[in-house]
Each structure stands twice: as C-alpha cells, then as structure tokens.
C-alpha cells in the first residue's frame, strides 16, 4: 500500500541551529501539506503545494521557515534557527487533488523535533 | 477565522458506545472530517461528511451533522480496545479554496477492558 515517507523520524537540536525535514509523498500526488503539530493540539497547516507551487503559506513563519517542492514531488522543510517553541511533531500529507471538493490527506509518521 | 472545539478526554468500557463531540464556528463549512491518531503515527482519515447531509453510517462509525447549531458527532458503536486513540475533527471552511483543514485540538479515548 502507497504510504508518505518522511525523514528523519526523530531529530533532536540546539536553539540557533538549522534544521531539515524530507517528505516523500504517495506517486502522483499533486498536493502536499506540511503541518505543525503541538503536543496535545491539532495539526496546523503550515503550508500546501499544488505541484511546484505554493497556494497557502499564511501560517509559515517566514523569517526563518522555508519550504520547497522543487520538481513537485518530494519536499523538503528547513528551519533556521531553531528556536525553543519549534519543539513540535512535523507532519506531512499528500492528496490527489487539493480543493474545496472532497479530498483525502494521506498523512506520514511524522518527524518529532526537539530543540534544546 | 474557522475554530474548531472538541472535548479532551473520554473514557469508555470496551463493548460500550463511544460518542466524540465537536463544534465549529463556520457556517459555511462544505466538507468535515474525522481523523485517528494512535500515539507516535500520523492521522489516518476515519469518515467524512458533506455539510448538506445530517448522517452517515460506516459500518460502527455514525456520524451526526447537526448544521443549526454547528456540532458534530461520531459515534463508534461497540467500542474495542484497539478504538483507543486520538480522535480529531477537522473542517473545511466555507472560504478555503484550497481546501485547507482547520482541526480541533483532539479528544483522547480510553477503553478500558
């Protein structure tokens, strides 16, 4: 059965250090999401690709996260630096289509981060 | 924007019925879905319901849509221990064109044997 990939499972870093995550979505999906998930919260979009493109990154701290999608498969999401609030499990997902219309998110393992 | 509220915790007695609530604040919130997280996993998507329906049945999955006073209910009849997990509620709002999901902060069910 087609599962979403990430890696690495578990990273542990120092505040002020850079991080990176890899996500490797379900072959030929269009739309990947990168969430943030706080232990005992939901999940929050961080951002949402259409292929190459990004169609949301509101909730994205910009100043020192940045994503990309380079060829519009696989994804990579980096943090620099690393602050202590950074702390969280980084989940990523893919669907066939994105939209307003019914669309499933298959969802990864996760990577769990925790900045010292 | 969209907030999503679920209840923390629920504990039930394997066998019973459980019942997961949420409320939403976007009236015009087009698709809702329940997910599962079981503990160090991601979400795996349970059941969904379109917001002009008022209930779905999957097999021992019921979900109720009660549009008026935005609430949602699932409800798992004869509960298993492997039942235990997190459960979240996630909309849709009216205004995504992009399908974003806003989830709720998660109910923790507990079965106990």
């Known amino acids: 059965e087609a599962e979403v990939a990430q890696s690495p499972r578990y990273k542990i870093t120092e505040k002020s250090q850079a991080v990176a995550f890899w996500c490797d979505p379900i072959?030929?999906?269009?739309?990947l999401y990168w969430y943030r998930q706080i232990l005992g919260q939901g999940p929050e979009l961080l951002v949402q690709f259409q292929d190459e493109s990004v169609v949301d990154d509101s909730q994205l701290p910009k100043d020192r996260f940045s994503a990309e999608r380079l060829k519009g498969v696989d994804s990579t999401l980096k943090i620099q630096p690393a602050e202590l609030g950074d702390s969280a499990m980084y989940l990523c997902?893919?669907?066939?289509?994105?939209?307003?219309?019914?669309?499933?998110?298959?969802f990864g393992p996760g990577t769990r981060l925790t900045v010292l | 924007g969209e907030d999503v509220e679920q209840s923390l915790f629920l504990s039930v007695r394997e066998g019973d019925s459980s019942v997961i609530n949420c409320t939403y604040t976007?009236?015009?919130?087009?698709?809702l879905y329940w997910y599962k997280q079981e503990p160090g996993a991601g979400l795996q998507l349970l059941t969904y319901?379109?917001?002009?329906?008022d209930m779905k049945q999957d097999q021992r999955l019921t979900v109720l849509l009660n549009k008026k006073d935005k609430h949602l209910s699932l409800r798992i009849a004869d509960t298993q221990t492997g039942d235990s997990a997190i459960y979240f509620c996630?909309?849709?709002?009216?205004?995504?064109?992009?399908?974003?999901?806003?989830f709720g902060q998660g109910t923790t069910l507990q079965v106990k044997p």
């Open positions: 072959s030929g999906h269009a739309t």
């Open positions: 997902a893919s669907s066939a289509t994105g939209g307003k219309a019914y669309n499933e998110q298959f």
């Open positions: 976007d009236s015009s919130s087009t698709y």
């Open positions: 996630a909309s849709v709002p009216g205004s995504s064109n992009t399908g974003k999901l806003i």
């Open positions: 319901i379109f917001s002009n329906m």
